[in-house]
């Protein structure tokens, strides 16, 4: 069984430009979680999905960001524009049940630099 | 002051060696709590949930203190496989996948 994908792996852009993330959860796994980290910092949330809806976007930094989940699948997370403080490392993780930790898997994360 | 709170290390041990890795968090409504484990420019990885009775999974042992606020992991006969990030987390709730990480110790067995 296919894992949680992230795409692009890495993307270097400019301070300015756009840039749109890519998340595949686990096929049926109606959860999906946005997390970040950013350089000498913890891991933090950004939000979570049931299905298309938004549960919890109280982690998102501002209105630069805008997260999608049309059709309850996969999720695009758009950072536009694109400052120096989101470089950092975007994970996302999805899980079948509402659990707690021990049922989120976690993709292998998007390296953004912008520069 | 941060949620959950890690001595970032790095701890450098030989094999062999037993680590230990302390935490605090600072809400004492905290609810499930766990140790994940990252790999370096890998996703972070459940090692074992934690609990207030103490739980063992082979060599690793963790131990939650909820009047101090405190969570441990002890790593008994470190194996070089070993080396990787700690992170330690909770939650808020139970039943919820928003995770509150710290910001994780990094342990390096060497030969």
């Known amino acids: 069984e296919a894992g949680v994908t992230q795409f692009p792996s890495h993307s270097v852009i400019e301070k300015g430009q756009t840039v749109t993330l890519r998340c595949d959860p686990i096929s049926g796994h109606d959860n999906l979680y946005w997390y970040r980290r950013v350089m000498g910092k913890e891991i933090k949330f950004l939000l979570h999905?049931?299905?298309?809806?938004?549960?919890?976007e109280s982690g998102m930094p501002n209105n630069r960001f805008l997260a999608e989940r049309t059709g309850g699948t996969y999720s695009t997370l758009k950072v536009q524009p694109a400052e120096l403080e989101d470089s950092g490392v975007y994970f996302c993780?999805?899980?079948?049940?509402?659990?707690?930790?021990?049922?989120?898997?976690f993709g292998s994360g998007t390296q953004l630099s912008v520069l | 002051r941060k949620e959950v709170e890690q001595d970032p290390g790095p701890f450098n041990v030989p094999e062999g060696a037993t680590v230990a890795f302390n935490c605090t968090y600072s809400?004492?409504?905290?609810?499930?709590f766990f140790w994940y484990r990252q790999d370096c420019r890998k996703e972070p990885k459940l090692l074992m949930s934690v609990y207030s009775s103490g739980n063992e999974d082979g060599r690793f042992t963790a131990q939650l203190n909820r009047a101090s606020q405190y969570i441990s992991l002890l790593i008994r006969d470190s194996k070089l496989s070993d080396s990787a990030t700690y992170l330690c987390?909770?939650?808020?709730?139970?039943?919820?996948?928003?995770?509150?990480f710290g910001q994780g110790t990094t342990l390096q067995v060497k030969p």
């Open positions: 993780a999805s899980s079948q049940e509402l659990g707690s930790g021990e049922k989120l898997f």
């Open positions: 987390v909770v939650t808020r709730t139970s039943n919820t996948g928003k995770l509150i």
């Open positions: 809400n004492s409504a905290s609810q499930s």
């Open positions: 999905f049931v299905k298309e809806s938004k549960q919890d």
